[in-house]
């Protein structure tokens, strides 16, 4: 079993949806969640961090924490065309400067006009 | 500010040469990590250097290696190329005692 797993897809919707993207994890040592946003051929662009367990909410995109579960997404309200990326997350159990990050395969996701 | 910068973009090599890539932090960033990324996968921890020591080191072979300089930039070097060491690398920096590690554009490596 993988440290993280998460769906590749891809999955595609209309424009306006809510997208709902997910990682499940083994390591119960793991307490710093981050997704990132990777378009084609660019490096990974962090979207939201979250520590420990609960929601934080920035604009348009919602992350959830469920340790108890192992399993973290991200909510993307009212999706557009520019939100169709690969979507990364990633988790450490020591934060992020101070230990490696652990990353899912990501899922790719097109939104359509 | 500048964001993580690395050089070159892209680079092909055969199979058994050296390649040296170059990655330099957002300004104030005195940390470095190195990542590894096969196309369809997420990224893979290589190294980690804080303040110019090396802290961390993924399972990689012996033909990686890295440094980081004075001024904080640093070089990933990897030996005797193998075709299954194509992919995009890239470098994150991060402040020390911060939490969140930030990506550069990275290198894409094609070994023929």
């Known amino acids: 079993q993988k440290e993280v797993e998460q769906d590749p897809g891809p999955l595609s919707v209309p424009e306006g949806a809510i997208v709902s993207l997910n990682c499940t994890y083994s390591?119960?040592?793991?307490?710093?969640f981050m997704w990132y946003r990777q378009y084609s051929r660019k490096g990974p662009e962090l979207l939201m961090y979250?520590?420990?367990?609960g929601n934080k909410e920035d604009g348009r995109f919602t992350a959830q924490v469920d340790k108890s579960s192992k399993y973290i997404s991200l909510f993307i309200r009212d999706s557009q065309p520019s939100d169709s990326a690969t979507y990364l997350c990633?988790?450490?159990?020591?934060?992020?400067?101070?230990?490696?990050?652990?990353f899912g395969k990501g899922t790719k996701l097109s939104v359509k006009p | 500010d500048a964001g993580v910068t690395q050089s070159p973009t892209h680079l092909i090599k055969t199979r058994g040469q050296h390649v040296t890539l170059r990655c330099s932090p957002i300004?104030?960033?005195?940390?470095v990590s190195w990542y590894q990324q096969v196309l369809g996968q997420g990224p893979q921890f290589i190294f980690q250097?804080?303040?110019?020591?090396?802290?961390g080191r993924g399972n990689f072979p012996d033909r990686f290696s890295a440094r980081q300089f004075p001024n904080y930039s640093s070089e990933l070097n990897v030996n005797a190329l193998l075709l299954g060491d194509s992919a995009l690398y890239l470098c994150?920096?991060?402040?020390?005692?911060?939490?969140?590690?930030?990506f550069g554009p990275g290198t894409r490596l094609t070994v023929l």
């Open positions: 390591n119960s040592a793991f307490q710093y």
């Open positions: 300004s104030g960033h005195k940390s």
């Open positions: 250097y804080y303040e110019k020591e090396e802290r």
């Open positions: 990633a988790m450490s159990a020591e934060g992020g400067s101070q230990g490696n990050l652990i």
């Open positions: 979250t520590y420990s367990s």
């Open positions: 994150a920096s991060y402040r020390t005692g911060a939490d969140t590690q930030y």
